[in-house]
């Protein structure tokens, strides 16, 4: 543990030591008013649903954010458990292990991370952000994160199950090559000196990972205040990430509620304006990786539009608002978080056009 006058890895570490006592925090307005709603909404439905039978707009509401929430909350829940996991472990083991980030190598260890992390969009999303903090390269968590959400090992099995497993071996080769691509795009762009560099990233010298790692189990004693303590810290960590969440759950429940999915498969054909159409009802459409999944399908199988699907799965990240603001709001940039979209959405497009193409 670091003492209170040790170089601030934190922002509201920087006043531990200062002449000027440290600010009180003001309370998250958006972070209450979005758990309010969505607890709200999950309640009344969970335990009251009859109230609002007589209005059926408000119980199919109630009723998606519940379905929403069931569906992502083991994913944000590991999420929560990964960042405060990763805020004990030493940014010289994490810079180690993924490698330099300005490298090839180093990118493609952090698109493999991503690919075998068996969490949903919005778990990896608060990974990828502490990934960030611990002093990955800006390359190294745009590879990591766009190449990771629907990849878990769990949905690939659902998603051969409903397509086949030769598209969804395409789906995955094509999101690594894409991931790989951003990953050495934005580290180019980085050295170039039109996006900032991570302010976090450290050289880890004479850093040998694993022998690191046995003299910290050997010390660590992992007590039930441990445990509960660390949890703690994913939870406060993660507070900046799951305002948005909520934000986009209540979102997508309204979107579930006046616009039936059925007219969306309608315009989901096999042509530029069914892929122009995917592409924008998944940037509007904030959904985890659980829901998308079976829509995906849906526009593979029923609309005989594989492209369309692999864009609805990629557009979610590349042009989430959810991944958009955390960037913001991790990196302090607004043109790192727009430059996602800028560098990952060409790509898809023209990889979903060749997949309709082909799939004709």
Not at 45 to 54: C, E, I, Q, S, W
Not at 280 to 308: F, H, K, M, Y
Request: aromatic share 10%.
């Amino acid at each position: 543990m670091s003492s209170c006058c040790s170089p601030p890895e934190t922002p509201e570490q920087q006043s531990c030591c200062g002449s000027e006592p440290a600010k009180k925090s003001r309370p998250d307005l958006l972070l209450w008013i979005t758990l309010s709603l969505v607890a709200l909404g999950y309640v009344i439905d969970l335990v009251a649903a009859d109230l609002v039978y007589p209005w059926p707009s408000l119980a199919s509401l109630v009723e998606a954010i519940r379905h929403l929430m069931d569906s992502m909350w083991i994913g944000l829940a590991l999420g929560m458990l990964f960042v405060g996991l990763l805020g004990r472990v030493p940014r010289e083991f994490v810079t180690s292990l993924l490698g330099k980030g300005d490298t090839f190598l180093g990118i493609l260890r952090a698109t493999i991370a991503g690919l075998f992390l068996d969490l949903c969009s919005h778990g990896i999303l608060l990974v990828a952000m502490r990934l960030y903090q611990r002093g990955a390269s800006l390359g190294q968590v745009m590879a990591f994160l766009i190449a990771s959400p629907w990849n878990s090992l769990s949905l690939t099995v659902i998603l051969i199950a409903l397509i086949g497993w030769k598209w969804t071996l395409l789906f995955v080769v094509f999101s690594m090559m894409i991931g790989i691509i951003s990953g050495l795009v934005f580290d180019l762009l980085v050295r170039k000196g039109a996006l900032p560099s991570n302010p976090n990233t450290i050289e880890a010298i004479d850093f040998q990972p694993w022998i690191e790692t046995k003299k910290g189990w050997r010390e660590t004693n992992f007590s039930v205040n441990w445990w509960s303590s660390m949890a703690w810290e994913g939870i406060k960590d993660s507070r900046m990430i799951v305002r948005w969440l909520l934000l986009g759950v209540i979102l997508a429940s309204a979107i579930r509620t006046f616009v039936p999915i059925d007219s969306f498969q309608t315009y989901f054909g096999a042509t530029l304006a069914g892929l122009g159409m995917t592409l924008i009802v998944a940037t509007i459409l904030e959904i985890c990786s659980e829901g998308s999944t079976p829509i995906a399908a849906d526009l593979v199988t029923r609309a005989q539009a594989p492209g369309n699907g692999f864009a609805f799965l990629m557009t979610g990240v590349a042009t989430d608002y959810t991944e958009i603001m955390s960037l913001r709001e991790t990196t302090g940039s607004w043109k790192v978080a727009l430059f996602l979209p800028i560098v990952t959405v060409p790509q898809v497009v023209v990889i979903s056009w060749v997949m309709n193409l082909v799939g004709r």
